[in-house]
């Protein structure tokens, strides 16, 4: 009799996985196991950690559909899988290859203890998968274009369906399993993913900028826990210019992961460094985290994260640029701040954008600034943005609130004045550079 782990870790679904599907295939037993490190779930905000908890409460239910269910324990996931591999005379262990520093420690732990019996499945998390394509010469693309390009001659894998039947093991424990619903889950995942797909990718490519507009998938959540797959929305989106575009932003994805897989230390250090003595002002800081720097466009981003765990892209540029070009002030404040609140806080994503947007990753013009008074007008016109976000100014109209200095004090009800003057913040950021 043969028994296998599928061990799960962030990619939390049964439809699509190829991790599952090989634990399953000519498999008597299989032990879906889910391995709770409280040195990761201490760190999350709670709306993550519910998140988190709805997702393996929907797996769990899609694993019974299938005849088995979701085994949980709590300790180090290395530990706890080569404890019950050999409790279990287990054959075999699968799991999701990642490119986080944490993930390919714990890679290498269960190597070590487990030798040829861990099979690692890197075709799981993205649509093509870190290394299938590099420069020649090199060990990966540090340019999004150059990569794009050969990303889209790549043949993409099939969808792999969710096994028929999978049968537990007699007599295996487990630690509670959340029960609980919500958004988080592969149910809800897919059900966005298609809302998202029959309708709101068609107009993408013109929307996806709109701030106030409710014109982006919002699935981010999903594909970082691997609720979804990104391989089967890029085969499903289609070739409309809005599916273009939104399969444009799955490759922004892959080449994040693909850098930070070769550069595992860019989670932390600059990828490019340019002598940065960034400044150290605890309360610019906190003003900005709170959503307090007198300045709406910026503010609304930074309350939007708070009160949702989730913020617009193009927000989360200008509330980036704003940290690093005008305050001068570390961008890994700013990726912080942003894992203890994001519900799609991932390392390649999350701390290669914030490098992109302050000048030390892979932008091709790293002294860009976004100021963030061009990018409230283009961008939140209407002043719709704003108004949702800052109440104190949902009473002023499109031409004055996204300058509410300019106002008495009666007018701006309480909403601070700006901690910083904008104008001169290009000049002031190059003469700190330069120095």
């Keep these: 009799m043969t028994t296998t782990i599928a061990l799960f870790t962030r990619d939390l679904r ?36 519910r998140f988190v908890d709805e997702s393996l409460a929907d797996l769990d239910e899609g694993l019974r559909r299938i005849g088995g269910r979701l085994v949980v324990c709590d300790g180090d996931p290395a530990e706890e899988v080569c404890r019950i591999a050999e409790g279990a005379r287990v054959e075999r262990v699968h799991v999701a290859g990642d490119v986080s520093a944490f993930a390919t420690a714990r890679q290498e732990r269960l190597r070590a203890a487990l030798g040829r019996r861990l099979w690692v499945h890197h075709d799981v998390h993205s649509v093509v998968p ?93 594909l970082h826990l691997g609720c979804v797959s990104a391989l089967e929305l890029a085969r499903s ?75 617009h892209n193009r927000a989360r540029l200008i509330v980036g640029s704003f940290l690093t070009k005008t305050l001068y002030l570390d961008w890994r404040a700013g990726a912080a701040h942003f894992f203890a609140h ?29 100021n963030p008074l061009r990018q409230a007008e283009r961008y939140d016109s209407d002043g719709d943005y704003v108004r949702r976000y800052v109440p104190e100014l949902a009473h002023l109209p499109a031409e004055r609130i996204h300058q509410p200095w300019r106002l008495p004090a009666r007018e701006r009800r ?20 330069a120095h």
């Design 130 to 222: 870190p290394g299938e394509v590099v420069p020649e010469g090199k060990d990966h693309f540090a340019v999004f274009s150059a990569y794009y390009r050969r990303w889209l001659e790549v043949r993409w894998r099939e969808a792999v369906p969710a096994p028929r039947r999978i049968s537990l093991p007699q007599g295996v424990r487990s630690g509670p399993v959340p029960r609980v619903t919500g958004d988080g889950g592969e149910t809800a995942g897919r059900h966005r993913a298609s809302a998202w797909l029959a309708a709101g990718v068609r107009d993408y490519a013109d929307q996806h900028d709109a701030l106030a507009a409710y014109s982006t998938s919002r699935l981010s959540p999903h």
């Design 237 to 311: 989106a289609g070739q409309s210019a809005g599916a273009r575009a939104f399969i444009r932003q799955l490759a922004w994805r892959d080449f994040y992961q693909q850098v930070l897989a070769a550069r595992p230390d860019a989670a932390r250090r600059d990828y490019r460094p340019h002598g940065d003595r960034w400044r150290d002002d605890r309360g610019a800081l906190r003003a900005w985290q709170e959503g307090r720097t007198g300045i709406p466009i910026v503010d609304a981003g930074m309350r939007q994260l708070l009160a949702e765990g989730w913020m």
């Design 14 to 49: 049964v439809r699509d996985n190829p991790m599952l599907a090989a634990a399953a295939r000519g498999a008597d037993y299989v032990m879906p196991l889910f391995v709770r490190d409280r040195r990761i779930s201490a760190a999350f905000g709670r709306g993550k950690a």
């Design 342 to 370: 994001l519900l799609d806080g991932d390392v390649a994503n999350n701390c290669l954008n914030w490098q992109w947007v302050a000048g030390t990753g892979t932008d091709t013009r790293p002294n860009r600034v976004l």
């Design 414 to 433: 309480g909403y601070p004045a700006p901690i910083v003057d904008l104008a001169g913040a290009r000049t002031r950021f190059l003469a700190a550079r």
